[in-house]
């Protein structure tokens, strides 16, 4: 799937000379948390979340304490602060570097994105023109979404399944140390060693999606932490 398949298209934008104060209306009318920033030609300039807003005069939550360490160049952040909650329009304390897609973006790679800038959403453009936005609530919008359909079944032998599993962690960083798997009337037995809970984890889980399979036990032995690492 990609951006043009889960974004929302009635975006819901603000101009730079918006109040602080209406645009907070906006967002409790409209049950929004962000939004794109539109100059007089529809041109995106920024983007303003509730973020934007925490650090208000109004509200007295202006200041907020820095690590000690940040206070040495200190100077232009406080100008940059003061801007932020002190400005009275959208302009003022909007972000104005803003990162986008457009239509055609996987959502892996959305999801990527989101992750990596620790943002909500993003912007999804079309000659320059902000035609939807993808959030976070929109890609667990499209996995909800998704069939809810009964793995079909299907049988295949031990050997079969035994195979498979192999196929399938094999190369994995994860694929934990010493396996072994042995299969029997459809129930995997996973044999070894491993330094983690998380490797096992994650082979009984590529051992479950697989046809066949029945159930999966675990024989394996945690080995503990070196020292020093």
Excluded: C
């Amino acid at each position: 799937m990609r951006a043009i398949d889960v974004m929302t298209t009635a975006v819901v934008s603000v101009k730079p000379e918006t109040t602080v104060r209406e645009t907070a209306k906006i967002f409790v009318e409209q049950r929004i948390s962000g939004a794109p920033v539109v100059d007089a030609t529809g041109k995106l300039v920024g983007m303003v979340s509730e973020g934007d807003l925490l650090h208000r005069e109004e509200l007295g939550t202006e200041e907020h304490r820095r690590s000690w360490w940040l206070n040495l160049f200190s100077s232009s952040r406080e100008a940059v602060d003061y801007v932020k909650s002190h400005g009275q329009k959208i302009q003022d304390v909007m972000t104005e570097k803003v990162i986008t897609v457009d239509e055609a973006t996987p959502l892996g790679k959305i999801a990527d994105i989101l992750e990596t800038h620790r943002i909500k959403r993003v912007p999804v453009m079309r000659g320059g023109m902000v035609v939807g936005i993808v959030s976070r609530s929109n890609l667990i919008q499209a996995l909800a979404s998704g069939p809810d359909e009964a793995k079909p079944a299907m049988t295949a032998s031990d050997a079969e399944i035994r195979a498979m599993l192999l196929s399938k962690i094999s190369g994995r960083k994860w694929s934990y140390m010493g396996r072994n798997v042995i299969v029997r009337d459809g129930v995997v037995h996973l044999w070894g060693s491993s330094w983690s809970e998380d490797e096992i984890h994650a082979t009984r889980v590529a051992a479950e999606d697989l046809p066949g399979v029945k159930g999966v036990e675990e024989h394996i032995e945690i080995q503990p932490a070196l020292p020093g690492l």
